[in-house]
């Protein structure tokens, strides 16, 4: 409850919103008696603006109730709780789909926009133990003949279009389209994760459909346009499981009790909203700045599918170099640096404003041996429409992050002490529910048409992924982990997988 005078107007409009969800959806009424003990508050002391605030919410809230059509759009916000997979190497929420709504386990990706679950009628080995989507068990399914295949980084995935409703974080969307894949490639997913939530834009989908995300918020169904994550850190917890708590996705609003101090917004360039993009300003290793490219080979995915932070190779080797000992990996670990364990790293970045630095646990990716390490940050080399850097989970663990639709944004803050007390702790792990209620539904406006934003995803260099599998993974027994890459695929035109195993 608000305790304090000093409250924030996020918080109050969060509160507000969630007051206008409950006047406006009439409830049906429980058929056994509750009993409630009621207690008289004291009355607090409002600023005059919150108060014109609330009055002015009040009254809209009554004549959405009553029918003034212009006011009927319910604006709301949710969050999803996120699972920590294999020590930060990925990250999943959940999405109910179809009717009766079953729960899925989704890789959330701001690097991709696709969404896609993993069929019933799938055979393949990456298919196997976890839970599919079957469309027959969905009155509300209607299947397509559009065939969808995407290639990301780490594996590729095919099937067909088709449409349903899909929750998630109290929103719907009553009919997605979303794809229903047959084909699976190997390490792509891991049990109990059936499929990927794309939070990226339209602009980049595969299968042209606008997202889940992106119909919620061109609707207007968001007290704020924009999506947060909080996540969490396991890998430097040497009794991490491998589904641990992940931290949160929050829709529609940031949450107050998760960052501390203003959030730093940075614009996308040009406003080309595809990716989350942002420009590398600057970056420091071991305090010293080390110059970097400019203009397009500053640009960074700001990607949450992605474990770790890949960039042009001259980039990657200055960082390395104030790194006393470090040496380039070769073999299976080309592309990547060695380094002495022992070295605390500290490497910061920043994106116009702030500089954010990435802890020295999050730097340290792997252990090789007792004395060597392998660094978070490697080479990438993207194709010409992709952006030089991939900013994945090693960086996103160390802030607050906003992804902001309008104006098209990404902004960072610091992460509350409440966040970083989660790091690492022994706590139940969140599983994939049906929410009871559902805020807002909203309906796209699309019907499965023929594949149109493909701009990306065609196939040519697919079967890089595959052979970039290591042959000797036995060697890297000390990857406890898949690393992912969940930027599509002909973006990336060569890029070190070495470590997936
Ligand atoms: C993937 O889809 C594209 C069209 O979106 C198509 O041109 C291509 O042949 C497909 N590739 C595979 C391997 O199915
Ligand atoms: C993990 O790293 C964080 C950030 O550097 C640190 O605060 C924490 O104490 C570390 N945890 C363990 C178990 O070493
Ligand atoms: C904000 O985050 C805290 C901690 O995870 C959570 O308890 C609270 O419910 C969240 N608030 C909203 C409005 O989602
Ligand atoms: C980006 O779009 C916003 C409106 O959303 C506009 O105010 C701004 O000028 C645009 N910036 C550029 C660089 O086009």
Redesign the pocket.
Known sequence: MVSSLHVSPTYLA?LVSLLATVLAAPRPMSSFPLSMNLQRRVPQARSADDIAAWAKMHKQNVEAKYGNPSLMKKRS???NLIVNQAADSSFFGSVAVGTPPVAYNVILDTGSADLWLASSSCTDSACQGIPPFNPSSSSTFSASSTPFNITYGSGEAAGTLGTDVVRMAGFAVSNQIFAVCDEVSEDLLNSPVSGLMGLAFQTIASSGAMPFWETLVASGAWTEPLMAFQLTRYNNDSSAEDLEPGG?L?MG?V?T??YTGDIDYNDIPDNETSFWLQTISAITSQGSSISIPSGSSALAAIDTGTTLIGGPSSAIAKIYANIPGSQAGTGNLEGYYTYPCSTNVKVSMSFGGNSWPISNADFQSEQLNEETCVGAFFEVSTGADAPAWIVGDTFLKNVYSVFRYNPPSVGFAQLSA?DIAMNGINAAVPSATVASAVAVTVSATASVASSTGAAIAVASAASATASQKPNNAATLSFVSCSLSVLLPFPVIASMMLYLLV
Do not use: D, E, H, K
């Open positions: 969060v916000s949710g969050q949160t929050t609003a949450n009790s998760l409440s």
